[in-house]
């Protein structure tokens, strides 16, 4: 669960102040926008002329991650990377975080210290500023809140529901690595439990098991877009996976979509990976989610400014609503696109 066995410090030895100072020292101001960080009543924060985004995100041990193979240091980063994500998706630049975590007395001070260790990796590598947070004890279980904050320009800012028909679908990154990365790690769970000698190589997994524990959000989109000279008119990050973002966009935008199944962007691992575990890479990439790309909607008249782009793939464009939504495969049938992405209260996943 985690990495250092040597000590044990219990969080009632710290204190709650004294575990807030010590988990936080490291971290410094790098935003302007940050006047007061942590270290009184409230941080204080100026934004002169920008629009503010603000995010929140809950992620429960049992319901969202599992410690039995999720190091503390990479969780406390994916957390980070969770709600960047969504800040992301609204077309604009991050900058803050709270971070509050509710943890058991089986979790002693050198676990917290991981923890936060990947939330400190994850705010010098996105250059975001954690400014306040809270910590309390749990009677089981980790609990991690994050609230992220950011900043973007009012004409910048995009929400999920400017899409129009005959708008381009197009999606960054590859789809449903993470997906496959889970389960590899849960077979080799399996095989520990029924032999606990056993080591597993994840060599041949390398990439798909990166992007299961140590997923990036894409802080370069929102540059890029802007680089291009483009606009997108609607946008959302994928956290359920494709089908169930293009249906959020379809009904915040009142439009129809045609998503078309070849044009789906993976990564040879994950097709080699859906070969072995005799799953369907494109249901996987409809349905896996975890995968943090950001999927918008863009004019056609901009399609020569992102054509060439490694990062972005047209995979579809928008119709009128009553048209519906629909994947075309590639023996070119017309299925509707269904909502299967995961479910908090259901399949352990989450919504937003
Ligand atoms: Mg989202």
């Known amino acids: 669960m985690f990495d250092n066995k040597e000590s044990r410090t219990s969080l009632s030895e710290l204190g709650e102040f004294g575990l807030i100072d010590h988990l936080t020292k490291f971290f410094d101001i790098k935003q302007t926008s940050t006047k007061i960080g942590i270290g009184d009543d409230a941080a204080?924060?100026?934004?002169?002329?920008?629009?503010?985004?603000?995010?929140?995100?809950?992620?429960?041990?049992g319901v969202h991650f599992d410690l039995s193979f999720m190091p503390l240091k990479h969780l406390g980063y994916k957390a980070i990377m969770v709600n960047l994500s969504d800040v992301y998706a609204m077309n604009a630049e991050a900058t803050q975080v709270t971070v509050s975590i509710a943890a058991s007395n089986r979790f002693p001070v050198e676990a917290l210290e991981e923890l936060y260790a990947g939330i400190l990796l994850a705010s010098k590598t996105y250059n975001i500023d954690v400014v306040g947070g809270d910590t309390t004890s749990s009677t089981s279980g980790l609990v991690i809140s994050i609230t992220a904050i950011g900043r973007a320009k009012k004409e910048a800012i995009t929400t999920r529901s400017g899409a129009k028909p005959n708008d381009l679908l197009v999606v960054t990154g590859d789809l449903g690595a993470a997906y496959m990365g889970l389960q590899v790690l849960e077979r080799e769970k399996q095989v520990f439990k029924v032999n606990p000698n056993s080591q597993p190589d994840l060599e041949p997994y390398t990439y798909i098991v990166e992007r299961q524990l140590k997923p990036e959000a894409r802080k370069d989109i929102p540059g890029l877009l802007k680089a291009l000279e483009v606009q997108p008119t609607s946008m959302i990050d994928i956290s359920d996976g494709l089908s169930s973002e293009i249906i959020h966009l379809c009904k915040n935008s009142k439009v129809g979509a045609n998503l078309f199944e070849e044009?789906?962007?993976?990564?040879?691992?994950?097709?080699?990976?859906?070969?072995?575990?005799?799953?369907?890479?494109?249901?996987?990439?409809?349905?896996?989610?975890?995968?943090?790309?950001l999927l918008f909607t863009i004019d056609q008249k901009d399609f020569e400014k992102i054509k060439a782009n490694p990062n972005l793939t047209v995979i579809g464009h928008?119709?009128?609503?009553?048209?519906?939504?629909?994947?075309?495969t590639r023996a070119n049938q017309k299925i509707p696109i269904q909502s299967r992405g995961w479910n908090s209260f259901t399949d352990a996943k989450d919504e937003e």
């Open 44 to 61: 204080v924060l100026n934004f002169e002329n920008d629009e503010v985004v603000i995010t929140t995100d809950m992620l429960v041990e």
């Open 263 to 293: 044009k789906i962007p993976l990564d040879p691992a994950v097709i080699s990976v859906c070969e072995e575990f005799n799953i369907d890479s494109t249901t996987v990439s409809l349905s896996g989610g975890e995968d943090y790309e």
């Open 318 to 328: 928008m119709t009128e609503e009553h048209e519906g939504m629909h994947l075309i």
